[in-house]
Each structure stands twice: as C-alpha cells, then as structure tokens.
C-alpha cells in the first residue's frame, strides 16, 4: 500500500512537472508569435530578425508538445547533449560580449568645420520613412540646425518599394526644413558596407580617411563605425534611440549581423 501511494504521488508529480512545463513551452511560443504579428502589423516588413524569432517560437511549441521525447532523447545521446550544452554557451557569451560592445559604442563629440552627416537607411513604409528611420533623420535635422552641412541621405529600392530610402529620406529632410542643395542622395546600397562605399564615393572618392558624422540607431552603432572605418572614413557617432517596441528584434537581427561583419569583413 505504501509503495503503491508512493509510486501515486511520483506520478502525479512527474506529469504535473510535465503539464507544467507543456505550458511554459506554449507561453513562450504564443509570445514568440504575438511579437512577430505585432512587429509585422507595424512596419509591414519581414526581416531576418523576425525570421529568427518565428523559428524560435516554432521551437518552443514543438517543446511544448514533444519535450519528454526530445529530453529522453537528447539524455541518451551524450555527444548531442555536450553539443547543446556548448552552443547555448557561445550564444550566451557572445550576446552578453555584443551587447557591451553596442553599449559602448555612444555617441562620440561633434567635429569642428564643415563635416558631412551620413544618415543610414531603415526601411520604408509605403514610400514614407519608417518610425526607426525618422528618428535618425530627425537626429540629423537636430545637428542641421546647428551647424548646416552636407547631408548625405544612403539607402537603395526595397524588393516591395518604387522609391529609394535614400530620395524618400531627402523628401522628409526638406519637408523639415533642410535646403535641397544641401543633400546628397545615394540610392544603390543594400547593405551598412554599401552605405559607406557608396557614399565616400560621392563624398571624397580619393581622400584618406575622410570625417564622417555617421547616423544610424544606438544598437547598430558599433557595426557602423567598424564598418565605416575599414572602407576608409574617420566616423563621428550621433546615434538615435530605437522605438521600444523593435528593439528585441533589432537586437537580434544586428547579433547575427556582427557575427557576419567579423567574419566576412561586411
């Protein structure tokens, strides 16, 4: 009777832990997807940071239904288990590594003298700038309005636009009050590589290590200026802040972007 009530109570426990366990999974899946329709219904987009999070939330609802089949199997293959163990730890060391770097990256003193900006593209909407990219455009309006300069606007056509991020960006300028004499369009780059071969080739194609005052957001920052330094520009941070409802994606998307940059210099 004893060992009877006993094997009772393990059981229950067991398959409580189970059930318990069933849910987090599916909570966590739910989320994964509630974030990417939300992301989706904002901008309209389908990024690679969205792309991510969906395979992470098919992840843990596929945990959630399978995860006493997928742990017992992953217990029995050893070889497998240490595999996991070691890749969760890379991917924890570098995330916590990356964050401090883009941390770091803040924004640098403005130059004396007449220093172009370069404003980095991000998406459009419709033909009209998204709400990330309208905060770096009015960040370069900001600095403007101190001290007039060349504006160089950089961004080409997206696969589901007819107009460039780099005219769409002028248009929003001038509608701030910006001279149109004043800013330079670059509408062939598809990439933050792009973004600074292109432009130092309107700006100063033969000059050594020209001054940049690069805009882009705070996340993307550290990327900008290794980026723009190796195609051969002295870059001057003026970060904008990144809306509050893109930044997990945003984070994620410039991890694997960083990844990418050491690996393939781009």
Not at 104 to 119: F, S, T
Not at 186 to 200: G, V
Not at 212 to 239: E, L, Q, S
């Amino acid at each position: 009777m004893v060992l009877f009530l006993l094997k009772s109570v393990y059981i229950l426990v067991f398959y409580e832990r189970l059930y318990s366990m069933a849910i987090l999974f599916g909570l966590c899946g739910v989320c994964c997807f509630g974030y990417v329709f939300s992301l989706i219904y904002v901008s309209g987009n389908i990024d690679f940071g969205i792309i991510v999070i969906s395979v992470i939330g098919v992840i843990f609802l596929l945990l959630a239904i399978f995860h006493r089949r997928i742990f017992s199997f992953i217990q029995k293959k050893r070889w497998l288990k240490h595999l996991i163990t070691g890749v969760l730890v890379i991917a924890v060391v570098t995330i916590v590594f990356f964050e401090v770097l883009m941390y770091q990256a803040k924004e640098d003193p403005l130059p004396n003298g007449d220093v172009p900006i370069l404003v980095l593209g991000a998406g459009l909407i419709n033909g009209e700038p998204s709400p990330t990219l309208k905060r770096r455009l009015n960040k370069a309006y900001e600095i403007y309005q101190q001290n007039p300069t060349t504006i160089v606007t950089s961004g080409g056509v997206d696969y589901n636009e007819e107009i460039s991020e780099g005219e769409a960006m002028k248009r929003y300028l001038v509608s701030l009050g910006v001279e149109p004499t004043d800013i330079l369009v670059e509408d062939q780059s598809t990439s933050t590589h792009e973004n600074f071969l292109f432009s130092k080739e309107l700006l100063a194609p033969d000059e050594l290590k020209p001054e940049i005052i690069v805009i882009t957001n705070d996340f993307h920052m550290f990327r900008a200026k290794m980026i723009g330094g190796r195609v051969g520009f002295t870059v001057y941070a003026a970060p904008s802040e990144t809306p509050n409802h893109i930044v997990v994606q945003a984070h994620i998307r410039e991890y694997f972007a960083i990844v990418n940059t050491f690996l393939f210099q781009k």
